[in-house]
DNA sequence: GTTCTAGAAC
DNA sequence: GTTCTAGAAC
């Protein structure tokens, strides 16, 4: 037979009263389309037949009538179909799509994973011979993706489902395998990027139904109700194991082990389904990773819970851990005891303080992050998890409060609503707060000086709860009001997320010592100028002291007169010092207080005209050595070094000094911005827009003539070092790439 | 074992 | 920005 029959399907056969499914897989080679089929087809009780085209032909090479004809036997015999084959264009899917009917659901499956994930994958499956290089693998992957038409309901599907990287395929796979032969899944499209992040909500309450479809979920036990986060990360793979965990979720409730020790805390359940409540969820500070004293860290948080219980309202605290046996939370949950703080103000919690609401049934409008000094993403721990789950969003609404957090400090972000913490969990904020440092790992470190530490542990937790506080109060009190308090008119229509900056601008004038809280180690005056006041300073960004090189160079040429080519009253030229092609000048601006792009305003215009026309001077000095070269000007939207600077690059690429991904991406996507267009920009908007979202930098590794994408560095080096395409057409438009007069037309 | 990435420190 | 390096990926 040249179909794969699943076993199961064998066994029940035609019997099946309910509605079929005919899956259409699409995806590029290396995208997972026949491992999908088979995860589900391994553990579904429907009955499934996978057509797969590579297979279909006993050993010769399938075609598309064959893979048409068996589907359509198999949907005849009663069973649901898979087509495993690439299905990447809408011709090519829709003579399937035919096959549907009022007794066949249509649906395909997007597998949009990574290009260079589906190029490593293909290279794996064809390595037996030795030398088909990554190139090669990647051409094929390549050719096809550029072709890729992404399926729409209007072609005839009842049901599309976009994956974009492991955990949807996963969620998927997961969701395809609990179907029986009698449920189905809802219509319609789930998961596409873009449109924005609602539909992927929608995925996310249906797996939830998914898991356990005969149960429905009460408000007045929720927390019983949803599987512990530990659990189900461990049994991903299983439905039935899910279902175990579901069963023993009475003992994820902190409040369950305490039964007989606490007595006055059994309201609790039904205090915690009080979702209205706002709630503040925060993790331990510094006894992680930091490494403080699980004994002194409850102490201090219960003494702080005690000093601002009165003032919550009708609002709440929550400790939350991660494990069950968590000592900081039994600690702290005796202490409260012991003080008679009232269990519906304090209380514990075991989950994942990024899934509290969609796992734990606990609704918080905000949590704590514990962050750390710089206010990045990564390092494992409750950070990690945070911005992990908040998206890149997080980390560029953190980047407009704060660049780096003293310890025993606080900043707040209002989350984007783009964010799916926003959408699933409902948070609207994040507190990050930095702890003290009880680890010599970890920089601060406070060698253990448990006065200072102490001291520190309680600045940070006052500094959160009133952050929080700040936050609740401010849903209660008009922007309006806000305004008069601070002598000023809103300029435009005030959005919720920007309710806590005014408020931290309220509080800032009140007290301008408490600034330092939320602001680490800013200037107090910083906080005030962040809006819209537009007649005080803007603030700048922090730069470290390795930063100050070029600031230093632009200031004072003369002290730098071996590294400077050239200097005017606006500029000086210098090779770049770590060049990252054969050729790599800087062209800096020498004014003051024009650290990068996003200080340039109209006035600056007459300068960026001045740094182009040097850059272009210099280009065609090197055009003498070497005629071949091509040259792009451009400013990243972040620098890291301080002082506004134009790059002048020839776009071979060819250096050792260009090592790593970021290096690479930082010229060759919308990070780097085209002097032709900022100059554009700042003569009709005034200002030169700016790309600096982090998800840039990690983006996958394209090749800047011909697009392609590659594995890793070296893979893409090699290839660029060969690659003779045309540049891409956006490039040679409008002078953005630079070449010898007489080397034209480009190729 | 080697290659490569990515985070911490500066 | 780079260097160093742990550990992931191959």
Redo the contacts with the bound molecule.
């Keep these: 037979m040249d179909v794969d029959t699943d076993e199961n399907s064998n066994a029940k056969g035609k019997e099946g009263q309910g509605k079929l499914i005919m899956v259409i897989l699409v995806g590029a080679p290396g995208s997972g389309k026949s491992t999908f089929c088979e995860l589900v087809m391994g553990s579904s009780s429907r009955p499934w037949v996978r057509i797969c085209q590579d297979t279909i032909g006993n050993g010769k090479s399938g075609t598309k009538a064959q893979c048409l004809k068996s589907a359509a036997s198999a949907l005849n015999n009663g069973k649901s179909v898979f087509v495993d084959r690439c299905n990447l264009e809408i011709e090519q899917r829709a003579d399937f799509v035919k096959l549907g009917g009022p007794q066949v659901d249509v649906h395909a499956v997007v597998l949009d994973l990574p290009a260079q994930?589906c190029i490593?994958r293909s290279?794996?499956r064809t390595g037996h011979e030795g030398n088909l290089s990554g190139g090669k693998a990647a051409a094929v992957v390549n050719k096809m993706l550029q072709k890729i038409e992404l399926p729409k309901l209007n072609e005839g599907f009842t049901r599309i489902t976009f994956c974009h990287n492991e955990t949807d395929v996963q969620s998927a796979i997961d969701m395809y395998k609990s179907l029986d032969l009698h449920n189905l899944l809802p219509h319609g499209c789930f998961g596409q990027k873009n449109p924005n992040k609602k539909v992927q909500l929608g995925i996310m309450k249906f797996l939830k139904k998914a898991e356990k479809p005969s149960e429905t979920r009460s408000s007045a036990n929720t927390v019983k109700d949803s599987p512990t986060p530990q659990t189900t990360q461990e049994n991903s793979d299983s439905c039935d194991k899910k279902e175990e965990s579901a069963c023993t979720m009475s003992k994820n409730v902190d409040i369950e082990s305490e039964k007989g020790e606490c007595p006055g805390i059994r309201s609790l359940e039904d205090d915690i389904s009080q979702s209205n409540s706002p709630t503040l969820a925060f993790p331990s500070i510094s006894t992680s990773d930091f490494k403080f004293s699980h004994e002194k860290a409850a102490e201090i948080i219960v003494e702080k819970v005690e000093e601002f219980v009165d003032k919550l309202g009708n609002a709440r605290l929550v400790l939350v851990d991660l494990s069950r046996g968590s000592k900081i939370l039994s600690l702290a949950k005796a202490k409260a005891a012991k003080k008679n703080i009232s269990s519906t103000k304090f209380f514990t919690f075991v989950g994942d303080i990024t899934k509290l609401n969609s796992e734990g049934g606990l609704r918080c409008n905000v949590i704590a992050n514990a962050a750390?000094?710089?206010l990045?993403?990564?390092?494992?721990g409750v950070?990690?998890a945070i911005f992990s789950a908040a998206g890149p969003g997080l980390e560029v609404a953190t980047k407009q409060q704060a660049n780096s957090l003293q310890p025993g400090n606080v900043v707040a972000v209002p989350l984007p609503s783009t964010s799916p913490l926003f959408n699933r969990e409902g948070v609207t904020h994040v507190i990050h707060v930095l702890g003290p440092n009880m680890n010599p790992?970890?920089?601060n470190?406070l060698r253990n000086d448990y006065d200072e530490g102490c001291k520190l542990l309680r600045n940070a937790y006052s500094s959160l709860f009133q952050a929080f506080i700040s936050i609740v109060e401010d849903k209660f009190k008009s922007v309006k009001e806000i305004h008069e308090r601070l002598g000023s008119v809103p300029s435009e229509p005030q959005k919720h997320s920007e309710d806590s900056h005014h408020k931290f601008k309220r509080e800032n004038l009140q007290n301008p010592e408490r600034s330092k809280k939320w602001k680490g180690s800013q200037d107090p005056t910083e906080a005030l100028n962040q809006n819209n006041n537009k007649t005080v300073p803007k603030m700048s960004k922090h730069w470290?002291?390795?930063?100050q090189?070029l600031y230093n160079t632009a200031m004072h040429p003369e002290q730098h007169s071996d590294t400077v080519l050239e200097t005017s009253d606006d500029v000086v030229i210098l090779n770049?010092?770590?060049p990252?092609a054969r050729k790599h000048l800087l062209v800096v601006a020498r004014h003051e207080g024009l650290d990068q792009l996003t200080d340039v305003c109209r006035e600056h215009l007459p300068l960026l005209r001045t740094m182009h026309a040097v850059g272009l001077k210099w280009i065609d000095k090197f055009f003498h050595e070497d005629a071949s070269l091509v040259f792009r000007l451009g400013y990243?939207s972040?620098?890291?070094?301080r002082q506004l600077h134009l790059?002048v690059i020839s776009q071979d690429f060819d250096s050792s000094?260009?090592?790593?991904?970021?290096?690479w991406n930082?010229?060759n996507t919308d990070f780097f911005r085209d002097s032709v267009a900022v100059m554009d920009e700042v003569s009709s908007n005034g200002k030169a827009s700016i790309m600096d979202d982090e998800s840039l930098m990690?983006m996958e590794?394209r090749c800047n003539r011909c697009r392609s994408a590659h594995?890793?560095?070296?893979?893409?080096k090699a290839h660029s070092f060969k690659c003779q395409a045309p540049f891409p057409s956006a490039l040679l438009e409008g002078g953005r790439l630079v070449t010898a007069p007489s080397n034209a037309p480009l190729s």
Aim: hydrophobic content about 30%; charged content about 20%.
């Design positions: 994930l490593s290279v794996k750390n000094w710089r990045k993403p990564g390092g494992g950070n990690a790992q970890r920089p470190y470290g002291s390795w930063a090189a770049d010092i770590y990252k990243h972040a620098p890291s070094m790059h000094h260009l090592k790593n991904k970021k290096h930082s010229f990690s590794l594995p890793n560095l070296p893979k893409l």
